[in-house]
C-alpha cells in the first residue's frame, strides 16, 4: 500500500487549505451525507460506547460535528498537513497521523468508525485489508459508516479525482466487501449529488456482529 498512500499523502498536504476552504462547511448544503451521520451518530449513543475514530478525517469538520452530537471523537489522517489544519480549527478535539490500515486504536475498543470518501483513494484489492483494520478496532455492536462514490456498473471505475485518483464502487459489492470483512451491513442511502462528476453518493452502516 506504500505506493499510492504516499502518493495521497503529497497531494493532499498541497491542497490543505484550498481543500479545507471548499469543504469545512459542506455538509450544510449535503443533507443526505448530513442526516447518515447524524443516525450514525444516534445509533453509536444508544449502543453504550461513544469512542468513534473519523479515519481520514481531512480539515476535521466531520470530527467535529461528531464531537457536536455527543460523541468521544477524534481524527485520523493520512496527512500530516491536514491534521496540522485539523488542529489548530478544532484545538478541543484530539488529531493524529495514522494510515487507515495501521490504526494506533487496540482491539475492540470503538463504538464506531467513520469514514467519509475517505477510502475512495484505496485500489480496489487493498480494501479488504483496509475493512479489515476497521473492524478490528470495533468493539462487538459497533458501527461503521462509509460514504463513497456509487456507479451502476458491475465493477470499480477509476477516475481523476481533483485531488488524486479515486475509484468509485457498485454499492452491492462493496456491501459483499463489508460482509467480507466480518461486518453486518444493514442500511444503505445512495442519491444523486448533481454532481458534474457523474457518480451517485452511497452511504453504508454496517455493524461488527
Request: hydrophobic fraction near 45%; include cysteine.
Amino acid at each position: 500500500m506504500t505506493e499510492h498512500q504516499d502518493e495521497t499523502r503529497a497531494a493532499y498536504d498541497g491542497v490543505v487549505d484550498l481543500y479545507a476552504s471548499m469543504f469545512a462547511d459542506g455538509l450544510e448544503t449535503r443533507p443526505f451525507a448530513r442526516n447518515m451521520i447524524a443516525t450514525f451518530a444516534e445509533l453509536v449513543r444508544g449502543a453504550g460506547n461513544p469512542r468513534v475514530a473519523d479515519v481520514g478525517c481531512g480539515p476535521g469538520h466531520v470530527t467535529a460535528m461528531l464531537h457536536d452530537q455527543g460523541l468521544d471523537a477524534f481524527g485520523l489522517d493520512l496527512s500530516p498537513g491536514m491534521v496540522d489544519h485539523a488542529r489548530r480549527a478544532h484545538p478541543a478535539l484530539r488529531f493524529d497521523e495514522a494510515r487507515m490500515e495501521a490504526l494506533p486504536i487496540q482491539d475492540g475498543a470503538l463504538g464506531g468508525v467513520l469514514a467519509h470518501y475517505s477510502m475512495i483513494h484505496t485500489p480496489p484489492g487493498e480494501l479488504p485489508a483496509l475493512l479489515a483494520e476497521q473492524v478490528r478496532v470495533l468493539a462487538p455492536g459497533g458501527l461503521l459508516l462509509v460514504s463513497f462514490f456509487a456507479t451502476d456498473g458491475p465493477e470499480p471505475v477509476r477516475f481523476d479525482h481533483k485531488v488524486t485518483p479515486a475509484y468509485s464502487w457498485p454499492v452491492d459489492r462493496f456491501a459483499e466487501l463489508l460482509a467480507a470483512a466480518g461486518l453486518a451491513p444493514f442500511a444503505r442511502l445512495v442519491h444523486d449529488p448533481a454532481s458534474e462528476r457523474g457518480f451517485l453518493d452511497a452511504h453504508v452502516l454496517a455493524r461488527r456482529p
